[in-house]
């Protein structure tokens, strides 16, 4: 009796604490439509000539969450900025391009060293591009490197809360930014636009001699109705696109080896619009990336929004599965609604999420956060 005591408590403070997280993030948000919301298609651009333009973009996902933890610790909970990101853009010459972006990531939340209240400013993208024609450009400098859908999906356009929670699972180890490394990358499209390919080399893991083989990735991705030529690909279009892709990559650096394969709809139907997608990867750091076991990892979500009321109720599945036992095994499944009250430039995301590592106790999180978003 007393462990179902301790347990219906528990569930009670994190309810309590889900409901205070709400109420500071409607706050929150009430205090952001007092000020307002820039329109979705305006865009601040300084023009010099036909040749040289600058523009600025921001991104800043403020965040609150619960976590339960195994009896007797307490609950996690925080009040952060998840992301705050400044942008700059533009053309220096005629097809020749340039995107610069800072993060100040996971402001205020508390970190097995302390409080984060000064993080670091990081250089989270740094490259530039050069087109020569539409089936060939070229990106050099800090990339993505080509990795899955999800990866390469731009963020303030993401249908869920976050990235999948194993898509990255190699971007530490591999010694890159969240899936960007130094390098340079041919890229182009092809059919009309509709297939696109990635090809690129980039420093991966170095050693201190720094004789290490580069890594190499590619991807190709088909888009079967509307074309998506971005240098990130288009989350959620909340109905403004037909998207339905097809896409596979290919990751190696010596003997570590990653690859991928999926599929992602972004369409309107009947009285809404459809989002969703698949994600396949396999990972295996093999005898450079020994702390990297091989594992096969899924990402499944999908959404429906329902315009009358500009809400996206979603859910998501994603399952690590580790190669040779079941010591590591993960698998976490979530439930949220997304509100667009100004498109993708301001919504409000919410999440109860479920957290079930193999032979580990189970814990719950709930999240709110509120975007702003504008490039």
């Not at 409901?19 to 409607?26: K, T």
């Not at 990795?147 to 999906?153: A, E, I, M, P, Q």
């Not at 594992?295 to 499944?300: A, E, G, T």
């Not at 106790?361 to 490039?375: A, C, I, S």
Request: charged content about 20%.
């Amino acid at each position: 009796m007393s462990g179902r005591g301790e347990t219906r408590a528990s569930f009670a403070s994190a309810l309590r604490t889900s409901v205070n997280v709400m109420v500071a993030a409607c706050a929150c948000a009430t205090l952001f439509l007092s000020i307002g919301v820039l329109p979705a298609s305006a865009q601040a651009i300084i023009k010099v000539n036909e040749n040289v333009n600058f523009k600025f973009g921001v991104l800043g996902q403020f965040q609150a969450d619960t976590i339960s933890n195994p009896e007797p610790e307490p609950n996690t909970n925080n009040l952060f900025v998840r992301r705050l990101r400044l942008d700059f853009a533009g053309q220096v010459a005629k097809n020749v391009t340039f995107f610069v972006q800072t993060d100040a990531p996971n402001l205020g939340k508390e970190l097995s060293t302390g409080k984060n209240i000064s993080p670091s400013v990081i250089l989270q993208d740094a490259y530039a591009s050069v087109k020569l024609a539409d089936a060939l450009m070229f990106d050099a400098g800090l990339v993505f490197v080509p990795g899955s859908r999800d990866n390469l999906t731009l963020t303030g356009t993401l249908l869920s809360i976050d990235y999948g929670p194993f898509t990255f699972s190699d971007a530490t180890l591999e010694e890159s930014t969240l899936g960007r490394d130094t390098g340079v990358q041919a890229r182009g499209y092809l059919l009309g636009h509709h297939l696109e390919y990635r090809l690129g080399a980039f420093q991966g893991f170095r050693n201190a001699d720094s004789d290490d083989p580069f890594r190499y990735s590619g991807r190709v991705q088909y888009n079967f109705l509307d074309t998506d030529t971005g240098y990130l690909y288009t989350g959620t279009s909340l109905g403004n696109k037909k998207f339905l892709a097809v896409g596979a990559t290919y990751d190696r650096q010596g003997d570590f080896r990653a690859y991928d394969a999926d599929v992602f709809v972004d369409h309107p139907l009947g009285p809404g619009a459809v989002t969703g997608q698949f994600d396949y990867n396999h990972f295996d750091g093999g005898t450079r990336l020994t702390t990297l076991p091989k594992q096969n990892d899924v990402l499944v979500e999908a959404g429906y929004l329902i315009n009358a009321l500009k809400l996206t109720p979603l859910l998501e599945f994603a399952r690590r599965d580790i190669s040779g036992g079941s010591a590591g095994d993960e698998t976490i499944t979530a439930v949220g609604a997304n509100y667009y009250w100004a498109g993708l430039n301001a919504n409000v995301k919410a999440a109860y999420t479920r957290i079930s590592p193999k032979g580990l106790p189970k814990q719950n999180e709930f999240t709110v956060q509120l975007q702003v978003f504008y490039f």
